[in-house]
Each structure stands twice: as C-alpha cells, then as structure tokens.
C-alpha cells in the first residue's frame, strides 16, 4: 500500500521506501542543544579535513567500497575509458577524493596520490600508488614523474598552486583546479555564468570574499600556466555520502524524525547542489574529453525551488512530515536562520548564490542523479559517522530551535 505524507493541508501518495528501519536509528539520537548563534553563510567549497575516511576505517571501509551500502561510492559501475590515462590525485582523502580515485580507477585509469600521509587510505584501490609530501614546499615526491592529467582537489592557497603548477609544467598535459562557485561572491545578479570574471581581490575581513578570491587567484594561476591545458571545475555546495559538514545531511536526517518541519524562505526560493558523485564523474569526464576553462558544477539538472526540494526527499523517505513556509525574510534573519543548504537567504550579497548557470557544463556531459538517491544514500551513510558528530551536529537547527522559531511564527500569524 502506498503511504502517505501531509504537505500543509495536501496529501500526497508515496512509495514504501525500503530504508524506513533507518527511522528507527535516528529517532533515538540524542540532537545537540545548542545555544543560537548567528552563523556565517557557508561557502559552497570542499571540505579540507579527512573525517569521511576516518569514519570508513571505523566501520571496516564498508562505506568507501560500497560492500555494506552498494552505491554510495561513485565508482561501483564505472564504464571502462577508451584511452586509459595516468592521473595524479593533489590530495585524495578527504570527502571528494575517495569518491574521485575510485571512479577512475573504475574508468581503467592509473592513479597515483599525493597526501601528506597522515590519513587511513587503507580503503583505497591497492594499485594506487601513493605518494607523500606537503603542499607547502614539500613537493620532492612529484619531482622527476609525468602523469597525463592532474587533480588539483586540495589547494585554497594560491602559494600552493603555484608552487605545484609550476613544478609540473612540462610534465603533465591537463591540471584541473576544484574551485568553487565561490568565486562570484558577491552573487549580486541571479544567473551568473561563466563568462562573469571572478574577483581576484576583495574585503579580507569578509570570510566568503576572502574565500572566493583566494579561489579565484588558484584559478587564475592554472589557466595562466597551462592554457588550453588547464581546466576548472565550480562546484555549488557538495553533498552526499561522506560529507564531512553537516549542511546538508541535517535534512534527510531531520525529514526521517517527522512531524512539523520548518521551510525556509519563499516557497519559489532557489536550492543548489550537486552530489558528490556527479561531481567527480564529470571532473574524469572533462579530463577524458580534453576540455579546457571554467565549468560552474551545479544541480539539479533544472532549477529547483526549496519547497520542490524539500517535498522531493520527503517523498524518498517516505517521511511522515508537515511543511510550514517561513516565508519572511526579515522575520527569518531575526531568528538567525541565514541558511539551511541547499537554501541560502537570497539578500544582499548573496541574492543569487543558488541561481549559477550550468549550461556550460551541462553541454560539455555533467549528469545528475535524481534527488532521491542522493538523500536515500546520505541518510543510510550517516549511522556510521562518528557518535560524537551524531550527538552533536552541527545543524542548521536543533530541535529546541527550530520548535521556538515555529512557535514565534504562529504566534505572530495569530
């Protein structure tokens, strides 16, 4: 029998989704309670830190190589290249890089990573080859090699990418840099495409401006150095298996405890994402097709609204929930909710944060998966996280939050 969800005051027929014994799991978390804060807005960037294969080895690596969650990883029915290629991975343990090296190794490609050495890669491909070294000057392990193609997956230091740019000129034929759609901030137009030049200088007392123009000087350094040679990958906010922030895991997790759930914004609000694995299928994919420049990575395929987002990983949960909009934007910045990825408040600097164009990208192959495998498999990820972090996420709202600004909501609706 189908199931059934209340949308305000609209039922909706759902499918029995198979993972309602996760609800189970997560009604008995214990949420933290913490103290409202006024937060920064995120910034749409990789994660730096290494918690993803950390929380893999904990478990036996089940999460990494798929073997107790088949399909998280992206490279589990990865299609064979035509002309393998020998790749470097500058990083390749933290949340993209896993995902990364095992959808081209899937693809019959050589790996070789370039990490510090501190993290567990125990769960990686055996015939990777791993290198160990710094990004700040210790690039001895580099020296001497040529590889066809490299990922530049863990630089926001434009000293690093300089130094490794011109350590491997010559001895590389591609250098893709992971970017960010970071690099417009401010987002003050809707729309912003690639053909919109980054700032390579802003307020170093606003975090995102510092941000975006660090990123955008990487960027800068790559295209300079290797010409048609180097590509740039954009990516809006990153989710999926193995995220190491707790942005966008708070909705699958907060849809499966049910009951009344906040939505921010207007209903017709803007949400932007791209999952993890769409991401790095496309980064092998541009290397694969010899692109060259800049490509905004963002999704939906098509433009999504919050309410259309929210209503979507509902229906793939099979979440028994109420939506209220909380659809003033003052009222909203009152209470301190200024995010809730994959919604930014659309104000001030970032009034079109979640509208980047993806056409370029799109028509050079950038896939989306649907959104239901993207938040199935993020919540079915998220009981092998550490308990620490499950205990005491760091949501957009705790339950005791979010219950005192739906409260303040109704009482001032009357």
């Not at 230091?157 to 970017?179: C, E, H, I, M």
């Not at 339950?399 to 739906?406: G, H, M, N, R, S």
Request: proline share 8%; net charge positive; with cysteine.
């Amino acid at each position: 029998m189908p199931q059934s969800v209340l949308v305000d005051t609209t039922t909706v027929d759902l499918p029995v989704c198979p993972i309602d014994a996760l609800r189970v799991i997560f009604s008995s978390l214990s949420l933290a309670r913490a103290p409202i804060t006024t937060p920064p807005i995120p910034r749409p960037q990789m994660p730096s830190r290494r918690d993803f294969l950390k929380t893999s080895a904990a478990v036996g690596g089940s999460v990494l190589v798929g073997t107790a969650a088949p399909g998280l990883l992206a490279a589990a029915t990865s299609e064979r290249a035509r002309a393998p290629m020998h790749l470097l991975i500058l990083g390749g343990t933290g949340f993209i890089g896993p995902h990364l090296v095992k959808h081209a190794v899937g693809r019959g490609h050589k790996v070789s990573i370039f990490t510090r050495g501190r993290s567990d890669d125990s769960m990686l491909p055996v015939e990777v080859e791993r290198l160990v070294g710094d990004r700040n000057g210790q690039l001895g392990a580099l020296e001497g090699k040529k590889w066809d193609a490299v990922f530049d997956d863990s630089a926001t230091n434009p000293d690093w990418v300089r130094q490794s740019a011109a350590l491997l000129k010559g001895n590389v034929g591609q250098y893709l840099f992971t970017s960010s759609t970071g690099v417009y901030y401010p987002y003050l137009k809707k729309g912003l495409d690639e053909s919109t030049p980054p700032l390579l200088e802003g307020d170093p007392k606003d975090g995102s401006a510092a941000f975006g123009t660090a990123k955008a000087q990487c960027e800068k350094i790559v295209l300079d150095t290797f010409g048609e040679g180097g590509i740039v990958v954009r990516p809006s906010y990153i989710v999926g298996p193995g995220d190491t922030t707790d942005r966008f895991p708070y909705w699958p997790v907060r849809l499966a405890r049910g009951g009344e759930v906040l939505v921010p914004g207007k209903r017709d609000d803007s949400a932007q994402f791209i999952d993890v694995r769409d991401l790095v299928e496309f980064m092998v994919k541009v290397v694969e097709d010899k692109r060259s420049g800049p490509f905004n990575v963002a999704g939906p395929r098509d433009p999504i609204t919050i309410r259309a987002f929210v209503e979507a990983a509902a229906r793939a949960l099979d979440a028994k929930v109420t939506f209220t909009q909380v659809d003033d934007y003052d009222f909203l910045t009152e209470h301190k909710v200024f995010s809730m990825v994959p919604w930014v408040l659309p104000t001030g600097n970032n009034f079109g944060h979640t509208t980047i164009s993806n056409a370029r990208a799109k028509a050079a192959g950038l896939g989306f998966r649907p959104i239901a495998p993207t938040v199935r498999d993020t919540l079915a990820w998220w009981p092998t996280v550490p308990e620490a972090r499950r205990n005491a996420p760091r949501f957009a709202l705790t339950p005791e939050q979010e219950a005192t600004v739906l409260a303040a909501w109704k009482a001032r609706k009357g």
